[in-house]
T-cell receptor, first 111, second 114 residues
Framework: NAGVTQTPKFQVLKTGQSMTLQCAQD?????MSWYRQDPGMGLRLIHY???????DQGEVPNGYNVSRSTTEDFPLRLLSAAPSQTSVYFC??????????FGPGTRLTVT | LAKTTQPISMDSYEGQEVNITCSHN???????ITWYQQFPSQGPRFIIQ???TKVTNEVASLFIPADRKSSTLSLPRVSLSDTAVYYC???????????????FGRGTQLTVWP
């Protein structure tokens, strides 16, 4: 049981490039979320999903897209990377009782 | 949005009991209180969850007064390895849409000294 996995662990992008951060969970959780964490700050919710085919925006959705075609996978797409998107990105899946399990994170630098 | 307020930082020494209080004045009837721990370069880790009175597990205790407008996470006999950021969250665990209302805030940086 791997829990929540994220790839890549590190990524450097140039301004304007696009990329997809991968997230997968093997716990059969319906709920999944993406957060970003800037230095010295708490986590901010980007997008979330309450089940396959259902996604919604969180607190800071601009510049990001998500899709949920399967229960297991919840990729986050950066459309046109900007330096302001330099951050650590965490994916999480949640039980029905709201207990969230987080992945190890992806450190993204946009130059 | 049921935001929470916590102290920015706390210091303690090994072996002491640490109590971190969280204020959530706008907590709704169906909201539960959940605490997470985060070490540097790692994702947050679930510690404990409760609705009212007292909840205890192998790691911590959670005290919630009758009015539920605050809660206290109690860590018994802390060690150096308990140095981390602790987050208090409030949300309705019976509704998937609560995911859009969860607010982590900046948490409380607990530093445990030898």
């Amino acid at each position: 049981n791997a829990g929540v996995t994220q790839t890549p662990k590190f990524q450097v992008l140039k301004t304007g490039q696009s990329m997809t951060l991968q997230c997968a969970q093997d716990m059969n959780h319906e709920y999944m979320s993406w957060y970003r964490q800037d230095p010295g700050m708490g986590l901010r919710l980007i997008h979330y999903s309450v089940g396959a085919g259902i996604t919604d925006q969180g607190e800071v959705p601009n510049g990001y897209n998500v899709s949920r075609s399967t229960t297991e996978d919840f990729p986050l797409r950066l459309l046109s990377a900007a330096p302001s998107q330099t951050s650590v990105y965490f994916c999480a899946s949640s039980t029905q009782t709201g207990e969230q399990y987080f992945g190890p994170g992806t450190r993204l630098t946009v130059t | 949005l049921a935001k929470t307020t916590q102290p920015i930082s706390m210091d303690s020494y090994e072996g002491q009991e640490v109590n971190i209080t969280c204020s959530h004045n706008n907590i709704a009837t169906n909201d539960y209180i959940t605490w997470y721990q985060q070490f540097p370069s790692q994702g947050p880790r679930f510690i404990i969850q409760g609705y009212k009175t007292k909840v205890t597990n192998e790691v911590a205790s959670l005290f919630i007064p009758a009015d539920r407008k605050s809660s206290t996470l109690s860590l018994p006999r802390v060690s150096l390895s308990d140095t981390a950021v602790y987050y208090c969250l409030v949300g309705d665990k019976n509704r998937g849409s609560t995911l859009g209302r969860l607010y982590f805030g900046r948490g409380t940086q607990l530093t445990v000294w030898p």
